[in-house]
């Protein structure tokens, strides 16, 4: 069983930055592959950013080159740099883990965090 925390969120004005991360432990399976999801209120969970057993990382059209998804090798931590935030991108923030293929749809994941808000105000 996999558990992830994650932290990190909190309310920006837009244009600002944060970093999310998201700390995993207990039994890891081997490979694994881990995403950032986010949920606006009223809204379906969407995929936000995967990465990959190999290190190869895909994003939603909607946050390409202002998010980046990184897994550093020494530490069981996952993050989100989250730059030039709008108010579009408010919503809860969720990681999840997986043993199968990573992929930006959720059923791809197994195991997932509570969740970190994050709010945008214009």
């Known amino acids: 069983q996999v558990q992830l925390v994650e932290s990190g969120g909190g309310s920006v004005q837009a244009g600002g930055s944060l970093r999310l991360s998201c700390a995993f432990f207990?039994?890891?399976?081997?490979?694994?592959?881990l995403a950032w999801f986010r949920q606006a209120p009223g809204k379906e969970r969407e995929g936000v950013a995967y990465?990959?057993?190999?290190?190869?990382?895909n994003y939603a059209e909607s946050v390409k080159g202002r998010f980046t998804i990184s897994l550093p090798n020494v530490v069981n931590i996952l993050y989100l740099q989250m730059n030039d935030l709008t108010p579009e991108d408010t919503a809860m923030y969720y990681c999840?883990?997986?043993?199968?293929?990573?992929?930006?749809?959720?059923?791809?994941?197994?195991?997932w965090g509570q969740g970190t808000q994050v709010t945008v105000s214009s």
């Open positions: 999840a883990a997986g043993p199968g293929r990573a992929r930006l749809q959720s059923d791809a994941y197994n195991y």
């Open positions: 990465i990959d057993r190999e290190g190869f990382t």
């Open positions: 207990g039994y890891i399976p081997s490979p694994l592959s």
